[in-house]
């Protein structure tokens, strides 16, 4: 299973991006998606998941201005973060739970720079 994020960029304060993760090979089953953060020097933040019944949780920090979503079809999630702050800047991992029908794991993709100039 591969993980391919897209989506970040330079943008500044009060903007928006919206970040992108599909998924390929062997998926049975997806269990539930989600994007994690890094900033420089801080411990890496649980931004955003979203679970098989599309039940969503946000970090406190997001919330009302981050929105995750997903394609079943495409097996792929999205990221909309819109109001972006300087905060926001950090490097964006997204992160699958799977059935490969083998076993269920978490896969990781690739990071992705958001970086809010103020």
């Known amino acids: 299973v591969q993980l391919q994020a897209s989506g970040g960029g330079l943008v500044q304060a009060g903007g928006s991006l919206r970040l992108s993760c599909s998924a390929s090979?062997?998926?049975?089953?997806?269990?539930?998606l989600g994007w994690y953060r890094r900033a420089p020097g801080k411990e890496r933040e649980l931004v955003a998941s979203i679970t098989s019944g599309d039940v969503t949780k946000y970090a406190s920090s997001v919330k009302g201005r981050f929105t995750i979503s997903r394609d079943n079809a495409k097996n792929t999630v999205y990221l909309q973060m819109n109001s972006l702050k300087p905060e926001d800047t950090a490097v964006y991992h997204c992160i699958m739970s799977a059935d490969t029908g083998l076993a269920v794991n978490d896969y990781w993709g690739q990071g992705t720079l958001v970086t809010v100039s103020s």
């Open positions: 090979g062997g998926i049975l089953r997806i269990i539930a």
